[in-house]
């Protein structure tokens, strides 16, 4: 994937994660920044997560292959956009 494609698609992935934050932890989470941390300050679990990836796999009609995913990937929303925007394939 180029440059261009991949800010597209990370940029989609942080639009999306901040749409469905709030529907997967089932709570109003205002405007949510890149910096804001899942699991400290959001409380996100693994369960939470697993449901929020499966989300934002058929938001965006990709999927991502997590074989190689460990807790860094988890510890933004900027660190999982990233992670997403790098594993991941168009279905």
């Given at each position: 994937?180029?440059?261009?494609?991949?800010?597209?698609l990370?940029?989609r992935?942080?639009?999306?994660?901040?749409?469905?934050?709030?529907?997967?932890?089932?709570?109003?989470l205002g405007?949510?920044?890149?910096?804001?941390?899942?699991?400290?300050?959001?409380?996100?679990?693994s369960?939470?997560?697993?449901?929020?990836?499966?989300?934002?796999?058929?938001?965006?009609?990709?999927?991502?292959?997590?074989?190689?995913i460990?807790?860094?990937?988890?510890?933004?929303?900027?660190?999982?956009?990233?992670?997403?925007?790098q594993?991941?394939?168009?279905?």
């Amino acid at each position: 994937m180029d440059k261009v494609l991949d800010a597209e698609l990370r940029r989609r992935v942080v639009d999306s994660l901040g749409t469905l934050l709030p529907q997967v932890l089932k709570r109003d989470l205002g405007a949510v920044p890149e910096e804001i941390r899942l699991f400290d300050e959001l409380g996100l679990s693994s369960s939470k997560t697993l449901e929020l990836l499966l989300a934002l796999e058929e938001d965006l009609g990709i999927q991502v292959d997590v074989d190689e995913i460990d807790r860094g990937d988890l510890v933004s929303i900027g660190a999982f956009a990233d992670f997403v925007t790098q594993h991941a394939t168009t279905l």
